[in-house]
């Protein structure tokens, strides 16, 4: 027998919490289309994402190491992946909707440029006086506009309740609303599921491409007490055998464990103080709902300050980023002074937004791998000032 559109509502009434957001109830998408005979709403959503664009290139973007350093090393699309794991993992633990929670992990990053964070500040500020540039924003941006997936609409006419999770910087300001319908102060379950996934996915990943590096060693890490109450839990389950190399390997599926069991556990104490009935419930909730405990936060807080310091800014990795957006200026600043040498739909988007905003998506739409080719076609890799 066929698992119909309509079974998956069933099921999701039957075993979702009355906190999730449910397919049946979705406020629809901004252009009506006929429903699926076999797919719900945030199935289709899902699918959409996966199938786009703008999702495929996260393959050849940065994560923390540029691009072709090496092949292990993680891109933003396998980070997208492994946080998307986790927050399935949460969504289903909390009784949440897994396919909208997955919909709106798979999206949160397709707006990212290339070069990692690092791009994104020289974006920012190459846009500042043209309403600057935010991988959030982009990322919607992409959903709702510059995707042509379809002859009759533009973008990918995701449900609102999607749209909504990808507004996770916007959701906080008074009267933020999406379609005349609010979106905060506090997002649906699933948002706040992936938005907290993102975070366990990074601190856990970005330090195992760190020792993969040898920028971090187990030594260093082990001052920090985060990742001492890892480790115990790592020799506890393997014991005092392993070799310090593959023991820091090894403490990283527990450095995962610890947040995700710190989450659900969170969580929990606060459905259960709020008891709330309904995804305008969470929204309203006296305070975030899914989230780190207090002491973890106080543990993390750290932890990630050793990340910038000893990874993200190391000299090893900052000069190659550095390096990597000087060159992606150079790039940007030549499709303002050459509109005719953009791809041509950027060229037709110049008459609707004006060549600034044009440029900076097409620059912001780049794998790393495409910008360089650009950077070489044009003879931008020439001596730097």
Known sequence: MLHTRTETMAREENELAPYAARSSATRGRCYPE???????????????????????????????????TAD???????????????????????????????????????GHSPFGHCGEREL????????????????????????RRYPSFPGLNLTWETRAGLRKHIAADPGADLDGAPIGPYQY?????????DDIAYQAHDAEDGLEAGLLTHEMLSALDLWQLADERCRAH????????????????????LQVEDVLLTTTERLKAFDPQSPEDIMNAP????????????????????LFKELYWHPDVDDSN????????????????????????????????????????????????????????????????
């Not at 076999?38 to 540029?66: G, N, P």
């Not at 305070?287 to 050793?306: A, C, I, N």
């Open 34 to 68: 006929p429903a699926h005979a076999y797919r719900a709403e945030f199935q289709r959503d899902r699918d959409r994402v996966l199938h786009c664009r703008s999702f495929r290139r996260l393959e050849y973007k940065t994560q923390v190491f540029v691009h072709v």
């Open 238 to 257: 393997y014991g005092d055998a392993l070799p310090a190399a593959d023991r820091a390997a090894f403490t990283i599926r527990f450095l995962l464990d």
């Open 189 to 197: 379950m699933e948002a706040q599921i992936a938005d907290v996934a």
């Open 287 to 306: 305070d975030r709902v899914v989230t780190f405990s207090d002491g973890m936060k106080e543990l993390l807080k750290p932890y990630r300050d050793f």
């Open 124 to 147: 920012n500020k190459l846009m500042a006086d043209h309403g600057g540039f935010d991988h959030n924003l982009q990322s919607l941006r992409w959903v709702e506009l510059l995707e």
């Open 72 to 110: 292990h090393y993680r891109t933003r699309l396998t980070h997208t992946m492994e946080m998307t794991a986790i927050g399935r993992t949460l969504a289903r633990a909390l009784r949440a909707n897994e396919d909208l929670t997955e919909t709106i992990a798979l999206a949160h990053d397709i």
């Open 322 to 385: 550095q390096h990597a957006v000087r060159l992606m200026r150079r790039l940007f600043q030549h499709y303002v002074a050459n509109p005719d040498t953009m791809g041509r739909r950027a060229r037709q988007q110049v008459e609707r937004d004006g060549i600034m905003r044009s440029a900076c998506d097409y620059v912001a739409g780049m794998t790393d791998l495409y910008a360089m080719d650009e950077v070489r076609k044009y003879g931008l890799d020439e001596a730097l000032d």
